[in-house]
């Protein structure tokens, strides 16, 4: 069974997303090494965020960078020793109990308290194919600017419920 995360998940790089999306559900941001992109950084500035780069220079400079950049950034470091399967140290190669007892304290208690939003809630509130309407309700809510899945899994990972989704697109449908 996968750990609720109550917070946005920041790696290095897909293959440690795609590692920890085996045991972890929550919103992992990938940010592809030293070059940071502002609208990222623009959605994660007030957002709790925590950073789990790997245990290596690189990694290093890249919290360092982050940690200038964000304002609630909660930073785990895992040991490099057990972080080396193959030939390479780092997070995708680090054994999941050594990842998940760092983060125990990041954990979500009772996520079972919150109803996902689905794709077809999504599309019976006209957002999947309204641009705009999706873009108001991103922006009503601070999820960044985003695609459907996107905005679907950051309103997941944030807990928005259903019945405050359905307010913002009516108040968007009654100022067009």
Do not use: W
Not at 5 to 31: P, Q
Not at 61 to 68: D, E, F, S, T, V
């Amino acid at each position: 069974m996968k750990k609720y995360l109550k917070y946005i998940l920041v790696v290095e790089g897909k293959e440690d997303a795609s590692y920890l999306s085996n045991y972890i559900a929550s919103e992992i941001v990938v940010v592809n090494g030293y070059e940071l992109d502002s609208s990222l950084i623009s959605y994660l500035k007030d957002k709790d965020v925590i950073i789990m780069t790997d245990p290596d220079e690189a990694g290093q400079q890249i919290r360092n960078k982050l940690n200038g950049m964000l304002n609630k950034v909660h930073n785990v470091e895992i040991d490099i020793s057990k972080c080396n399967r193959g030939k390479k140290n780092g997070v995708a190669e680090c054994q999941i109990d050594e990842i998940l007892c760092k983060l125990k304290v990041f954990f979500e208690n009772n996520p079972e308290k919150y109803a996902e939003i689905t794709s077809f809630d999504l599309y019976e509130l006209k957002i999947t194919e309204n641009s705009q309407l999706r873009a108001y309700v991103s922006e009503k809510l601070n999820l960044g600017t985003c695609n459907n899945k996107q905005l679907l899994k950051r309103m997941n990972n944030t807990h928005v419920q259903l019945e405050v989704l359905k307010d913002i697109v009516k108040q968007y449908n009654h100022g067009n």
